[in-house]
């Protein structure tokens, strides 16, 4: 639906024609939007800042050397070169936030990140939380109030939840829900994931009390 | 999903940016938030031979205040947008957009140099920075130049940026102390493109309208400045039929597309009820 939706706009608005006459009517200055709709080629820069395809990644504290193509997601890399499949792959154009995962502690879609743009950044994935068997105090809450249906989007919305928390402990639920909405549940199971998101708060102040 | 292929580079400076970009010209693709750009690019709606990744540069991201502008550093992100105590005290219209771009994850990436070269009439900024007057300053290798932002957006996803240059600061005049702001925006769900959403600055001298600024957000091919609404209103009683008046110009300057978010008619509405409403609450703020 969304998929659809993004085309139709994209298709709308910039037409091959509509976008040639409006190259045409604003002058030969414009060429910025040009990206849009071309054809592809790829050149072969070599330029300042390249970068080598063997980088090292900082993983739920670990370092973990993986080969990573430039145009390869994180969230692609995650499940399938590193397979931490925790991280789920819903929309995967940062929409739905299945994909969330933390980037030196902030939550971030990881299917609209390059892979090459987190080197020498901290990424923690829903696999780096629990201690042992010691769940993390939000995956904790999450239990504790069943906040989950089917859970295809629970990864993505306990990253959230962390991210979210750590950064303000104390929010009020209206709050909580304006912070988490960029992550959607097909199974509509909100009232419940605000209830683990309010109780997850609360454990997490009490562990840090 | 995969983009098609591409190469990559991550400078260090700004410098190393703009050689890039002159290296390459319209092969070459910033990457600032790539919030946007990173879906449009795995739909393969963007192919760029070459992204030029910005956010290994350090201290393109600001908030201040200096002589007669806000700066704001074209890598600053939303999320710090949101957050910034100094658009709250004095920049409603700013203060107002900022929570409501997109969804949090979103901002937490999004930069508001990337949205304005961006260039959506879906967008933001564009429509606050019309509202409010606002200029950039554009760098390349070779020079340097400052233009408003009405004439940086020309059409959808097109602005009149060589490929060879890019925004490093938006400049928004200071405001006056009797002013005020808001955006207003209506959108299907938290995260979906805008149905509608206006934009208004206002600043008041001796009771009437010293300048009044309006932008207007996906209701055209690119945020549009409702000029004759704003002529309107400058000089004016801030009267409720003049407020009304002004609505209607700004409709009238409307030419937004029926699509799944609403027939053409009813956006044409709601930019007059949202410029009414705005500009209600922007002389609120303004008469403290």
Redesign the interface.
Known sequence: ME?L??????E???SRR??IK??VA?GA?????????????????S?????ERLVTLRVNGQDRRVDV?????LA?TLRYKLGLTGTKIGC????C?AC?VLVDG????SC???T??VRGAEVTTIEGLANGDELHPVQQAVVDEAGFQCAFCAPGFIM?MVG?IQESPSLTRDEMA??????LCRCADYPKILNSAMRAAEYMRSTTA | ????????????TVE?VL??LA??G????I?AG??SL????????????????V??VPGLGFVEETGEHLRVGTLTRNTELERSALLKSGYPVMADAA?MI?????R??GTIGGSL?H?D??GDWGSVMLALGAEVVIKSSTDERTIPVSELL??????????TEMITEIRVPKTPARSGGSYLKMERR??D?ATVATAVHLTLDNGTIKRAGIGLTAVG?KNLQASAAEDALAGAEPTAEAFEEAARLAAEASSP?S??RGSAEYKKAMVRTFVRRGLDKALELARG
Do not use: C
């Open positions: 998929k939706d993004l085309r139709s706009r994209v709308r608005s910039v509509t976008f409006g190259v604003t200055t414009v060429s910025a939007g040009a990206y849009v709709l071309r054809s592809s080629g790829a050149s072969t820069a330029a300042q800042g390249a970068v193509m430039k145009q390869e997601t692609m995967d154009r940062a929409d936030g969330t902030v939550p971030k879609y609209s990140l390059l090459h743009q959230a979210t304006h912070a988490l909405s960029g992550n | 999903m995969f983009p098609s292929r591409f190469d990559y580079v991550a400078p260090d190393e050689a890039t290296q390459h319209d092969e070459a693709k990457l790539g919030q990173i879906p449009l690019m795995k739909l393969r709606f963007a192919s760029p031979g070459l992204l030029v990744d956010n290994r929570p997109s969804d949090p994850l979103v937490n990436r070269a260039a009439p879906a020309v059409n959808t996803f097109t602005t009149s940026l060589d490929p938290v995260g493109f091919s597309s699509d799944v």
